[in-house]
Every structure is written in C-alpha cells, then in structure tokens.
C-alpha cells in the first residue's frame, strides 16, 4: 500500500522553529515532484514549498525566507525546515507527491494525512 506518512509537526512560540518531514513507502517506482501545503481553519487549502526530483524549488510568498524545503530521493522523503514561525503558519501541513506506480504509468498525485502545527504568541 502506497502511502506517505508525515511527521515532526507540534507547539511552538513564535519566532521558534519546527522540522516536518514525509516519507513515502510502498510499491513505488519514481517521485516527480514534491511538497508540502497547509489548511488554516476557515481558508482553502494552499501551497507552502515544492520541489522537483531535480532539486527545483519553489515557495509560497508567505514562506520565502523563512522555510526552506528539502528531499532525499534515496529515501523517498522531503523535509519543511520552517524557521522564524508566526502565529499565522498555524495550519494542517500536508505532504503531496506525484508517484509513478510502475514504469509506464501515469503520474498520480498522494497526500499524507496532515500533521498540526501551533504556532502561540
């Protein structure tokens, strides 16, 4: 069972800093991209940071300069180093991956199942 399985999320202060991390596991056969994107209660769902299988990366406005995002094809894992937290970071933070089953398949897309993060005054 392919799945991806997140962890590292928490309370912090704000200014402080937090490491999530995601691993898939399963029949696999390649990751394209990777990344991560969080769900504040009351607000649609939004891109944090992503990163291709070449080391691409990109980030959403609110993050540049504070969160650097990171994957380790070997292991199948992508990493969200979040630094200088503020009270809005406080979201649900979901890892998605584009997957590729088997070797002529099509690429789809897994979310994990989200990890909390609080972020107090």
């Known amino acids: 069972q392919v799945q991806l399985v997140e962890s590292g999320g928490g309370l912090v202060q704000a200014g402080g800093s937090l490491r999530l991390s995601c691993a898939a596991s399963?029949?696999?056969?390649?990751?394209?991209?990777m990344g991560w994107y969080r769900q504040a209660p009351g607000k649609q769902r939004e891109l944090v940071a992503g990163i291709t299988s070449g080391g691409t990366t990109n980030y959403g406005d609110s993050v540049k300069g504070r969160f650097t995002i990171s994957r380790d094809n070997g292991k199948n894992t992508v990493h969200l180093q979040m630094n200088s937290l503020k009270v809005e970071d406080t979201a649900v933070y979901y890892c998605?991956?584009?997957?590729?089953?088997?070797?002529?398949?099509?690429?789809?897309?897994?979310w994990g199942q989200g990890t909390q993060v609080t972020v107090s005054s």
């Open positions: 998605n991956a584009a997957l590729q089953l088997r070797r002529y398949s099509a690429l789809e897309a897994y």
């Open positions: 399963g029949s696999i056969f390649s990751i394209n991209g």
